[in-house]
């Protein structure tokens, strides 16, 4: 495969895991990467489904406290509808009792904070539905 080609695949995939297109940054190794290895190469591979791949790669950041990334994960998880609010709380609720009510804690914080964001958003967007339809 050439190395256009490993980019398109990972740039496709990293769209269809995060729910937006990947940063437009030039240059920046680290994101070139991540393109070309993390999204076109791992998650990618066959054995699981994204879905499958998201709930584990969830299930590790909680446990390791990383909130922005995870805030990250989850946000694009709900997002592309690959998990229900309802999974995500019986995600945070199983991890909390295999990795911790402390990390559980944490991604509970922001999953509440997502939601928020989320009804945010919803009620803008219903308030300039309501003034435009005026």
Do not use: N
């Given at each position: 495969?050439?190395?256009?080609?490993?980019?398109?695949?990972?740039?496709?995939?990293f769209e269809q895991v995060m729910g937006f297109k990947p940063p437009a940054l030039a240059?920046?190794?680290?994101?070139?990467?991540?393109?070309d290895?993390?999204?076109?190469?791992?998650?990618?591979?066959?054995?699981?489904?994204?879905?499958?791949?998201?709930?584990?790669?969830l299930t590790?950041?909680?446990?390791l406290g990383h909130e922005a990334t995870l805030k990250l994960h989850l946000g694009a998880a709900l997002r592309t509808g690959q998990l229900t609010d309802?999974?995500?709380?019986?995600?945070?609720?199983?991890?909390?009792?295999?990795?911790?009510?402390?990390?559980?804690?944490?991604?509970s914080g922001v999953v509440r904070q997502l939601r928020a964001e989320r009804q945010a958003g919803s009620a803008k967007t219903e308030a300039a539905a309501k003034t435009e339809a005026k």
């Open positions: 495969m050439s190395e256009d080609e490993q980019r398109a695949r990972g740039v496709k995939a240059g920046d190794v680290f994101l070139d990467v991540t393109l290895h993390l999204f076109a190469d791992l998650w990618t591979r066959p054995g699981f489904s994204i879905r499958d791949r998201r709930i584990v790669t590790v950041l909680i446990c309802a999974e995500v709380d019986e995600l945070v609720l199983h991890v909390a009792h295999y990795g911790g009510w402390p990390v559980a804690a944490v991604a």
